[in-house]
């Protein structure tokens, strides 16, 4: 069974500072990972999809990237903006086609 | 273009009761999974639908149904609630006939209460 991990599950940063956010999956056997917002109370946006032959994706201040052997994905926010503030979710999507997510990261940008 | 859109956005059941969910997925997507989200969790993977058929099933009892229409929305029906119950529950789209890399659309949830 696919377990996912999100560490940590809160991070609290001045604006501006670049943000980490780290995702670890027990099964290496993976069709792709995506990465997804959520406001609270809300629905999931899409934000990066990496598919599992690829090392990164690139999306404006966002990128991912994903080293399948290791089981880790990580998704870095350049100059950060209290807009960025949302919790931030990792899914893989494994041999099963079954989708299994973290926690999540709940991101605070103080202004 | 519509993206994927549910009904009810709220709910409030008592125990015992069934309650129906419904799904109108992204134009284009043939395939609906319905998710379960507990507060301060990642969801959960219920089931999933294509062609009007369940695909693929999560680790949910059987009070947890659904359904497909021709027109591709989807309805999730929980029998009997439980307290336990209480959660935002996901609709996701996608397009089966794609890679098995498709993105995953998210609607934006039917907060349900049981009391």
């Known amino acids: 069974k696919q377990e996912v991990t999100q560490i940590p599950a809160a991070l609290s940063v001045p604006e501006g500072e670049n943000l980490v956010l780290n995702c670890s999956f027990t099964?290496?056997?993976?069709?792709?990972l995506q990465w997804f917002r959520q406001d609270p109370g809300k629905g999931l946006t899409s934000l990066l999809l990496?598919?599992?032959?690829?090392r990164e994706q690139t999306s404006g201040r966002l990128n991912a990237s994903l080293d399948k052997s290791s089981g880790r994905s990580t998704l870095y926010i350049a100059a950060s903006q209290p807009g960025d503030s949302a919790t931030y979710l990792c899914?893989?999507?494994?041999?099963?086609?079954?989708?299994?997510f973290g926690a999540g990261t709940t991101v605070t940008v103080r202004a | 273009d519509a993206g994927v859109t549910q009904s009810p956005t709220h709910l409030i059941k008592t125990r015992g009761q069934q309650v129906t969910l419904r799904c109108s997925p992204k134009?284009?997507?043939?395939?609906v999974s319905w998710y379960q989200q507990a507060l301060g969790q990642g969801p959960q993977f219920i089931f999933q639908?294509?062609?009007?058929?369940?695909?693929q099933r999560g680790n949910f009892p059987d009070r947890f149904s659904g359904h497909q229409f021709p027109n591709y929305s989807s309805e999730l029906n929980v029998n009997a609630l439980l307290l336990g119950d209480s959660a935002l529950y996901l609709c996701a789209s996608s397009l089966r006939g794609a890679s098995r890399g498709e993105k995953l659309f998210f609607g934006s949830g039917t907060q349900l209460s049981v009391l």
């Open positions: 899914a893989v999507k494994s041999n099963d086609y079954k989708l299994s």
């Open positions: 099964d290496s056997a993976i069709y792709n």
């Open positions: 639908y294509y062609e009007e058929e369940e695909r």
């Open positions: 134009s284009g997507h043939d395939t």
């Open positions: 990496i598919q599992s032959s690829q």
